[in-house]
């Protein structure tokens, strides 16, 4: 080795333990690997699981987009819940899906509406509760009565190409008319927006 | 202990009628068969009549009354409609708001039944259990240019113990979700006796309002 360098070996090729280094470089790993943790866990919905004791309430979709478990169930935007599963129904070829939510929330009432939404214009799907009035509350396993499926990207340019734009005045009564397209536009958060 | 025998003896006999004479009454028709009898009936009464019921709509609204309206819950699908505000209305209000809206959503939708054509109705067969709360029927509707529509009818069991539909879904968009959604945005604006005063005046044009209403980006 060259004059002048500081040997970090006994001179046998045996690496001196330095251990100023070794903990230095040893606590950083560990710190990188903390804030990776954290950063994995707490700031998605993983965290989101522990949310404490839930009741479980039924829905039917004819469509659930791309409706995941674990997805979040929302009432105004604020979340109450997640879904538990998601299965399909023999016979009726529905999709079943059961919502798990926060025992706190025990109040929604039993004529609530259930439509799956998308985050943002292309963002993941979660399901919408859109309180009633009715002054009974949803109990464990009940099911919800009004149901929206996910709207489909494809079904909406579909429809939108086949007639022709969204206020095209169209004489043609046999659909209920210009709101089968339009209709989107009633969902804020559709995908419409984005397709 | 024997005065009690006669007192339970009545009580067994009162019970066994009670839950007897409704099942003497004439059996309860399911929804497959509701929708389908709607479907010939509607067929049956357009058949023929059509031009004669283009000229006179109000003959239309009493075809569409007799032969829809019986086997629709009006008043808990207007409940649903009106959301949250239900609780807010009074029950008078509720009456006319449930019947202001029925008028007007058959107003509006009822030219739209002339070109329903028996045979293009297709009521699809389901298999599985009817839920009380809650049971589909699917149909599927035969445009004349060939393409078919999805039409959805979503029945609920009544305390009468009759099938009643409530919620009807159009090519997967429910109506009842769909305007429960104009209605609040609505309300909000002018509250429940300027919406149902709407209703009762302008009656179908009122509908199509609301559909634009929504369509801007306002409210949300």
Sequence with gaps: MAPGFR????????MNARPSYAIGTGLFILLGFAALAYLATQTTSVANVHQGNSYFLKARFSNIGQLKERAPVKIAGVRVGSVQSIQLERGKMDALVTLAINDKYNDIPDDTAA???TSGLLGDQYVGLQPGGSPDSLKNGDELVLTQSAMQLEDLIGKFLVNGGPKSGSSDSTQPPPKTEA???????SAASGG | MTRIIPFAFAAIVAFVVGF??????????????????IVDQLGNALDGHREELRQHPEQLIKVIDKILLPHFDIDYASLLVLGRHAREATPEQRVRFSRAFY????HRYAEGLLNYTKGKVKVLSSEGDLNAKRSVVRTEVMLDDGKSLSVDYVFRKTSSGDWKAYDVVIEGISYVTNY???????????????????????GAAAI????????QPAGH
């Excluded at chain 1, 209709?183 to 958060?189: A, C, F, H, L, N």
């Excluded at chain 2, 004479?21 to 929708?35: C, E, G």
């Excluded at chain 2, 199509?208 to 369509?215: A, G, K, N, R, T």
């Design chain 2, 208 to 215: 199509d309002q609301l559909q634009q209403q929504s369509q």
């Design chain 1, 183 to 189: 209709k989107p536009e009633s969902k804020p958060q």
């Design chain 2, 180 to 202: 429960r959604n104009q209605v609040d945005a609505e309300i909000q604006k002018e509250g429940i006796e300027g919406l149902i005063k709407r209703l009762e005046t302008q």
């Design chain 2, 20 to 37: 007897a004479a409704p099942a003497s009454a004439q059996s309860v028709q399911t929804p497959q068969q509701i929708v389908q009898g």
């Design chain 1, 115 to 117: 439509a799956i939404f």
């Design chain 2, 103 to 106: 008028n007007s959503i058959t």
């Design chain 1, 7 to 14: 040997r970090d070996d006994d001179g046998n090729g045996n």
